[in-house]
C-alpha cells in the first residue's frame, strides 16, 4: 500500500496531532472533549460513532479546534466541500497557526481554489515565525504550494521565487519537498529555460530515483534539444516505472502529475518523428 494514501486516510494532516488530554485542568471542559476524541479515535474517521463522539467534543468545549478539523475530513473526502469548509472555518477561528496552512493546502489540492489558499498562505506567513508546515501528507511544504498558487495564477517569477525559497529552506533541514525540484523544473520550462529545468531533473532523480514523471519531463528536455532518440529512452523508462511507482491519490489530481495516458501519447509522438 503506498504510504502516502496511507497517511492521507488515516490522519487529515501531518505533525498536529490531538495533543496530550493531560494538558488540561482536570475536569474542564476541554480536557473532557479531548477525552472524547480520543474515544472517536477508535472508530472510522467519517464513522457515525466518530463524528457524534466529535460533536460531543465541540458542544463541551467549542475553542477545540481538532474536533472542528477532525470532523471537516470525512466531508472533504466525500466531496462535500461546503459543509467541509464551514467545519474547517471553525478549527482556523479557534487556532489559526495550527489550520490555517491545512485548510490552505486542501483548498489548493481539492477544489483548485488557488486564489483562497494563496489567501491563507500568506495569513500563515504574517502570523508564523519560520516553517510554514506541509500538507496532508507531508509531500508539499506549504511554501512550495504557495509557489505553485502563484503559478496556476500566472505569475512564473514568484513562483520561482517562492519553490526556491522551499527548496533551500528545506534543504538545510534534509527534508525537501518529495517532488519540489521536478515543479521548479517545469517552471522553468514554462519560462523557456530548459538547462536549469535539466539540473533540477536531475535533482530529482537524488529525491526519488524511480518516479515515472521525472522520466516524462526529462525527455520534453530532449526533444526541445533535438535528441529523439533519448528522449524515447526516457519516455520507456517512464512507461516502464509508472506501475509500481505513479502517483495514485485516491481524491486529488496533484500539479504536474502525469498519467499513463500522457507518456503513450508521447511515445508515440516521438516514434513518429524518428521515423521521418
Not at 492521507?8 to 490531538?18: F, R
Not at 467541509?84 to 491545512?102: F, H, M, N, T
Not at 496556476?152 to 517532488?179: C, M, P, R
Request: proline share 4%.
Amino acid at each position: 500500500m503506498n504510504y502516502n494514501i496511507f497517511l492521507l486516510i488515516l490522519l487529515p494532516y501531518l505533525g498536529i496531532a490531538q495533543g496530550n488530554c493531560l494538558l488540561y485542568p482536570k475536569d474542564s471542559p476541554c480536557r473532557k472533549a479531548c477525552e472524547l476524541c480520543e474515544q472517536a479515535s477508535h472508530f472510522y474517521q467519517g464513522s457515525r460513532q466518530a463524528l457524534e463522539l466529535r460533536d460531543q467534543a465541540i458542544a463541551i468545549c467549542p475553542e477545540f479546534a481538532y474536533a472542528w478539523s477532525e470532523n471537516s475530513v470525512a466531508y472533504l473526502k466525500r466531496g462535500d466541500y461546503h459543509k467541509w469548509r464551514s467545519l474547517i472555518d471553525s478549527a482556523v477561528k479557534y487556532d489559526p497557526i495550527s489550520w490555517l496552512g491545512y485548510r490552505g493546502a486542501c483548498s489548493y489540492e481539492f477544489i483548485h481554489d488557488y486564489d483562497g489558499a494563496l489567501t491563507d498562505f500568506i495569513q500563515l506567513e504574517s502570523i508564523k515565525k519560520g516553517h510554514l508546515g506541509y500538507n496532508a501528507n507531508g509531500d508539499y511544504p506549504i511554501r512550495t504550494l504557495m509557489g505553485l498558487c502563484y503559478r496556476d495564477k500566472g505569475d512564473l517569477a514568484e513562483a520561482l521565487k517562492q519553490i526556491t525559497h522551499s527548496i533551500d529552506e528545506n534543504f538545510k533541514n534534509g527534508a525537501v519537498g518529495t517532488y519540489d525540484y521536478l515543479h521548479r523544473a517545469v517552471t522553468y520550462m514554462k519560462l523557456n529555460q530548459w538547462n536549469l529545468a535539466l539540473e533540477d531533473l536531475q535533482l530529482q532523480f537524488n529525491n526519488y530515483p524511480q518516479f515515472p514523471d521525472t522520466y516524462y519531463y526529462l525527455s520534453l528536455v530532449y526533444i526541445q534539444n533535438n535528441d529523439r532518440a533519448q528522449a524515447l529512452t526516457q519516455l520507456q523508462k517512464a512507461k516502464s516505472l509508472y506501475t509500481k511507482n505513479h502517483r495514485a491519490d485516491p481524491y486529488v489530481i496533484m500539479p504536474d502529475q502525469i498519467f499513463e495516458s500522457d507518456i503513450d501519447e508521447k511515445i508515440e509522438e516521438v516514434q513518429s518523428l524518428l521515423t521521418r
